[in-house]
């Protein structure tokens, strides 16, 4: 792609408070650090963390805020000491777009748990929802070749955060592992899982996602409305990773795991347990957040080898509302991307 000349001001879409509407919002482009590059934004996923975010959920929220963090451009301009990335390249950001580098978890390669992520966030200054976006280098990602752009949106953030978890505690082809929810991260989840080779049951709310399911990869499926079905498979699984946020039978779900197995949590549902399931069964719950750089990196190529791909809806930008909106009624099917034509409008 040819260079694109450098904007020395940014178009994107803010909520000047918790809740709020997003409007059009115009601000000076950040400077660039020695490690920093510029990137034009021509697609930017949804992910229901710019939705919580917008809302101050975390207490992080500065306004105006400009949400967006599955981020998919061209590389404008790089700083000094960006030396993998250079001018032109298409390039994507997850949600991690910086970290401290010094921390103890930085330090092993672990930058998704540094110490002050607070401040690691792509959407700090400014998000995705925007013409262009300032990130540490070392956290923009060479695309495979192939990948459509909404696809590799998607898999910055969602593919990472389910591909992540599975790779890590999931022991073996043999592993018998439950997909808890059928949305934006677990239809991944389920294809992430039997690429990995997992025999995989998809466990949701919603009997009419059966079929879906299955064309994802699942190789078996559980209303967990019904209670027959879900003691049906009592003891049954080595691991859970729960992608849903909210309408849990978490007493039934637990009966599920075998003694020693493992609960993942990818979201932030409201838990209720009872002790006395987790220490006679010897049960671990755990979470998972987004991954390293590394792990980011393995995520985008074993979906590329292995055909995995989210079922995407495309929108313009300038429909950044409707699309926050489809995602708070939990109407998306099952991500959404934002598209950059023509510059943010």
């Known amino acids: 792609m040819p260079r694109k000349e450098f904007a020395s001001t940014i178009h994107g ?7 709020k509407p997003l409007k059009p919002y115009t601000y000076k482009a950040p400077k660039l650090g020695e490690h920093d590059v510029r990137i034009s934004v021509t697609h930017c996923g949804v992910c229901h963390s710019d939705v919580s975010a917008i ?14 963090h599955e ?3 061209f590389v404008s301009e790089v700083g ?3 030396t993998v990335i250079k001018e032109g390249d298409r390039v994507g950001v997850g949600w991690q777009g910086r970290s401290c580098m010094k921390c103890e978890w930085c330090l092993s390669g672990e930058e998704h748990l540094c110490m002050d992520i607070v401040k690691s966030a792509t959407w700090d200054p400014y998000g995705g929802f925007s013409s262009s976006i300032v990130v540490d280098g070392r956290f923009a990602y060479h695309l495979p070749q192939a990948m459509r752009p909404e696809v590799a949106a998607v898999l910055l953030c969602a593919g990472v955060t389910v591909y992540s978890p599975l790779r890590t505690y999931a022991k073996g082809s043999a592993s018998k592992v439950g997909i808890v929810g059928v949305g934006g991260l677990g239809h991944l989840a389920i294809q992430f899982a039997h690429a990995l080779g997992f025999e995989v049951t998809a466990i949701s709310s919603s009997p009419k996602k059966k079929e879906e399911a ?18 049906r498979v009592e003891f049954e699984f080595d691991l859970l990773l729960c992608t849903a946020s909210g309408g849990v ?10 003694k020693k197995g493992k609960l993942i949590l990818v979201g932030f549902p409201a838990i209720a347990l009872r002790p006395i399931d987790l220490v006679a069964h010897e049960l671990s719950i755990t979470g998972s957040f987004v991954g390293n750089r590394k ?3 393995e995520t985008l ?6 055909g995995i791909t989210p079922k995407v809806e495309l929108m313009s930008m300038s429909q950044v509302n409707k699309a926050i909106q489809r995602v708070r009624e939990n109407k998306a099917r099952y991500r959404i991307v934002l598209v950059n034509k023509d510059g943010v409008q």
């Open 71 to 73: 981020v998919v451009g």
């Open 80 to 82: 000094k000491a960006a």
């Open 301 to 306: 190529m074993f979906a590329q080898a292995h």
């Open 249 to 258: 039978n978490w007493y039934a779900l637990l009966e599920t795991l075998k």
């Open 13 to 19: 879409y803010a909520a000047s408070a918790p809740g």
């Open 295 to 297: 792990t980011m990196k």
């Open 55 to 68: 809302d101050d959920y975390y207490g992080i929220t500065k306004y105006p805020f400009v949400p967006g």
């Open 214 to 231: 299955l064309a994802f990869g699942a190789d078996h499926f559980i209303d967990s409305n019904d209670p027959d079905g879900l003691r």
